[in-house]
């Protein structure tokens, strides 16, 4: 008997206006699953197990979220731009990504 999916979902904020126009591309398992507009949600049926997720637009992106779903569990990620000053010229870092993703509630 097979397990029973685990489900993914991945919601990105209405705010700030920063990228109001743009979409986030989201990633699992470096596996392109959909975008994101602002104020939306992404939800996708994932295998049981360890699993990988990250947020992008164009070359930036956010640190990978490492998680291990169980069998029918739901797992939910918000994505949002990072709060670094230096997002607005260009200069992000390693440290400090340019979109933040994170488990809801974390």
């Known amino acids: 008997m097979e ?3 685990a489900r993914l979902v991945v919601t990105r904020t209405s705010s700030p206006a920063r990228d ?20 939306r949600s992404l939800r996708v049926e994932i295998s049981p ?5 990250q947020a992008l637009i164009d070359f930036e992106g956010s640190h990978p ?9 739901e797992i939910c990620l918000v994505v949002e731009p990072g709060d670094h000053p230096m997002h607005t010229f260009g200069a992000a ?3 400090d ?10």
């Open 3 to 5: 397990s029973p999916a």
């Open 20 to 39: 109001i126009w743009r979409r986030y591309r989201i990633e699992v398992d470096g596996e392109r699953i959909g975008t994101l507009k602002r104020g």
């Open 49 to 53: 197990g360890p699993h990988t997720v």
């Open 65 to 73: 979220v490492e998680f291990d779903a169980a069998p029918g569990e």
């Open 93 to 95: 870092t390693a440290r």
């Open 97 to 106: 990504p340019y979109l933040l993703l994170r488990l809801k509630g974390a």
